[in-house]
């Protein structure tokens, strides 16, 4: 299994903190230190009604792979570039970029979800 | 005023059974029935949420066979080892396994019975058990009679039993699909398998034709697959819908027999899909209130008659969600994400599931449709506007691009599940 926020965090933070990674951060951290203090300021943003770019990100796994590493013809997303990744899906959502499946889903999205989304994939190590 | 005081107890009566396992430091003990989409799913993400829980899943197979896929099998695209997942995945990944049937489950205790008669004790029980075939709906149909004309509806030997008569039908020969009364188990299914059977004939014995008789009027994707059959197999379907009496009554495998209310036709292979419902594991715990299929919360798909009983997949009344092994997956990840919040004493922010559900007409002529959910405390409900099937007059780039994306989307999802 591949390393994630979720695993840095549940190894790292015992029982007491086991709900943090479900309130997830905006993108994932790099370290275990990284995680524990992401996870402190992600209960602060929650609070004020942040998207949960991890959250959303697991319902786009079953085709774009694990963490959007994904390894067949459905592109990766895992560690592309945020900019590049907000944009698609914002014209995506638009109905300004051609696609099968994308500009069915994308228009689901508010501007605020595509963001948290497109920032946590491209923070996950490809 | 009923479901309100059931709904009001359960949210209560689950939480004191984690809080003291965990002050204790004793492990937290979760049951898995079913190692499917949704169960593989479940065990998976909530081991990673709560390594120190102890997540079992009990499996009466020895290998998982997936029905998404299998009318490729049927349809000669590839053999039975496409849809066949060894299940030793789940233990490499830290998730016990255990051998064996489910026969009883005492939501009161949240304990289950094992055809061996052991008894397994949780603190939760996920069930993802499937569906039953309702054989006693067909006057004459029963699992004997299903070793002559096939439902391949739960994937596995049933597939191979069909493959293998398709396969030893002669040039010429009528193959009948009957296909049930709603809800049952991927409803553009039957039509993706009418599609595949078809493209086999037209390759191999291509005097044959397809009889459909459909207790269903319209059906999942029906533009779609009309254009298809028309492009790709002119004359070789005839369908009979539930309006003219296309419902399949009665069989007699003896004779390949096959009844409607209105007219008998004899057939040469037989594909009998029986009306369904939830799992009898389920309804015999009564989780189906009666209804044939198990309500659940739409939060946390936990059972609305069952505290600290969690039912996702084919079993389950999702809201909007299709009985797909797509959405069976993403209720596992939500469900598992809710589980543990749950337990950590944290809210669970409900979450947008999706659920994208490919048909193949032909190996290279794919279409889908595609849908974002939102979970609500009132439901769970398609998000418009937005979702919808591929455009009708679709190109063959198009089409080509999806049957591709679904053979990605397929080795994808089996391989995070079962690999």
Partial sequence: ?126 | MMMQRRTFIGALAALPLAAPALAQGAALRVTVVGAGYGGAAFARELHRLLPEAAVTVIERESAFHSCPFSNGVLGGLWGEERITFALDGLTRAGIALRPGEVTALDPATRSVTLASGEVVEGDFVLLSPGISLDFAAIEGYSEAAAEVMPHAWQAGAQTALLRDRLRAMEDGGTVVVAIPRPPFRCPPGPYERISLIAHYLATEKPASRILVLDAQDGFSKQGLFEESWAALYPGMIERIPGSESGEVVAVDPATMRVSTAFDDVSADVANIIPPQRASALAREAGLDDGLGWCPVEPLSFESTVAPGVFVIGDAAIAGEMPKSGFSAAQQGTACAAALAARIGGADYAPRKLINTCYSLAAPDWGFSVADVYAQTAGGITAIRPGGGTTRLGADARTHAAEAEYARSWFDSLTSELWG
């Fill in chain 1, 1 to 126: 299994m591949p390393d994630t926020p979720r695993h840095h965090l549940s190894r790292i933070a015992g029982a007491a903190l086991l709900a943090l990674p479900l309130l997830a951060a905006a993108g994932p951290p790099a370290t275990a230190e990284d995680a524990a203090q992401d996870a402190v300021a992600t209960c602060l943003s929650c609070a004020g009604g942040g998207a949960d770019g991890a959250a959303l990100a697991a319902a786009c796994f079953s085709c774009h792979g694990p963490e959007g590493r994904g390894s067949g013809t459905i592109p990766a997303l895992a560690g592309e570039d945020e900019g590049e990744l907000a944009q698609a899906l914002t014209a995506y959502a638009a109905g300004e970029r051609e696609g099968t499946i994308m500009p069915r889903l994308a228009p689901s999205y508010s501007s605020e979800e595509i963001a948290a989304l497109a920032a946590w994939f491209a923070g996950v190590t490809p």
